[in-house]
């Protein structure tokens, strides 16, 4: 299973998906809130400063618009910026990998790892005795990796254009291993 989950990580970050530029929302939205949470002391409350979210809307890369904010000292006056998405739970996900990973596109990627990997750990905890269950497991982590390739060419992007792992609808792809509380393999 570790040899699988590792082989995994190697073919997404071979494909482009760890360090590929998020969706507009993640780059506009969750990145500047999540920043102004980390970096600028803003409270937790889905919203950033104005002054540091306002960049993010340019075609700059990545990485430096989110050093480049990192530097920036919010004002205490600064307007919020509230964004008007459905998905305030991004920002979450931002903070906890540039917790964890530093401040960088890829650490959204690598992030997205942890999540599987817990998932991982949680079902062969749950399932340690089942070997039908464990197979199961090893063929869904076989089935993640090999959607990769299929995930960059169903979105309409060829392989020069790289597509990031952790965008939205991919990230339910993480709970795919974790053991349900409702319902049992055997």
Request: charged letters at 15%; glycine letters at 6%; hydrophobic letters at 45%.
């Amino acid at each position: 299973m570790i040899v699988m989950f590792l082989g995994s990580l190697w073919w997404a970050k071979s494909l482009g998906l760890i360090d590929s530029d998020p969706s507009n929302r993640t780059r506009m939205h969750a990145i500047p809130v999540a920043i102004s949470q980390i970096y600028q002391g803003r409270k937790h409350d889905y919203a950033g400063y104005f002054a540091v979210a306002v960049p993010f809307q340019g075609a700059a890369p990545l990485d430096q618009l989110i050093q480049d904010a990192i530097q920036k000292t919010a004002e205490r006056g600064d307007r919020p910026y509230y964004w008007v998405a459905d998905d305030r739970g991004m920002s979450d996900y931002v903070n906890m990998a540039f917790r964890l990973f530093g401040p960088h596109v890829s650490s959204l990627g690598y992030f997205w790892f942890v999540l599987l990997g817990l998932s991982l750990v949680a079902a062969v905890a749950r399932y340690r005795r089942d070997v039908t269950a464990l197979a199961i497991l090893g063929c869904t982590l076989v089935a993640i990796a090999a959607m990769f390739p299929g995930y960059i060419r169903a979105i309409g992007l060829t392989l020069a254009r790289r597509q990031s792992i952790y965008r939205r609808r991919a990230c339910s792809t993480c709970s795919a291993p974790s053991p349900s509380s409702t319902s049992s393999w055997s």
